[in-house]
């Protein structure tokens, strides 16, 4: 999915005036990863419009959409609020063998209201895709530790490698934070394509009740 999102940011800022050119609402080729679950963004399209969506899916089940982005961008290499149109401001969870999870897609997370609202529906799991420049990845990753404090979860993000613009190159740099201290618990990058932890379910359930988390709005 990232080699799709790389190709919808790459479009001129007019392109959401063109049909896609590929038929990104079949996840059918999902099913030849060898896994069980996958996570991701790409363009779809909505009584003809067109939108940035991120789903969950699984071998068992299909895909199951979860939201439509509604924070969207709009400077050079990043048209969204010309490729795309905003979602209906819904963040939902999704709840898959157990566990609760949403999503913030790229930039949302700078809306630091929505993860903590994410928390208040007893989330688990944060997800952040994204596409952002290599030159800020440190900067995301302040956000990304923001994130998980606020919502009280496990927040896991990937980004895109590679050019964008002739200017700017994608950064890498994926993560898994914890949800109690907003411990990074590793990243990826060129040389570390994948990051494998265990995490515990229950260190979110319990972050839930600590601080910043129990403080009423």
Not at 44 to 66: I, S, Y
Not at 152 to 178: H, K, R
């Amino acid at each position: 999915m990232n080699d799709m999102l790389k190709q919808a940011n790459t479009r001129d800022r007019n392109s959401h005036n063109r049909p896609w050119q590929t038929p990104y609402e079949d996840h059918e080729t999902l099913g030849q990863f060898n896994v069980d679950i996958i996570a991701g963004t790409c363009p779809v399209t909505k009584d003809n419009v067109p939108h940035n969506q991120a789903f969950l899916w699984t071998r068992e089940k299909g895909v199951k959409r979860v939201h439509d982005k509604y924070y969207l961008p709009d400077e050079e290499g990043f048209w969204e609020a010309s490729w795309y149109r905003r979602g209906d401001g819904g963040f939902s969870t999704a709840v898959l063998d157990g566990v609760t999870s949403g999503f913030l897609i790229c930039t949302e997370f700078w809306f630091n209201h929505r993860a903590r609202e994410y928390g208040r529906a007893d989330m688990d799991i944060l997800l952040c895709p994204r596409a952002t420049p290599s030159s800020s990845s440190d900067t995301w990753v302040v956000g990304g530790r923001a994130a998980a404090n606020l919502s009280g979860a496990y927040c896991l993000s990937s980004n895109v490698n590679g050019p964008n613009t002739a200017q700017m190159d994608f950064g890498g740099t994926g993560w898994i934070i914890e949800p109690e201290e907003a411990e990074l618990l590793g990243t990826t990058s060129l040389t570390r394509p994948y990051l494998t932890v265990d995490i515990d379910l229950q260190a979110a359930k319990k972050a839930k009740n600590t601080y910043p988390r129990y403080v009423e709005d």
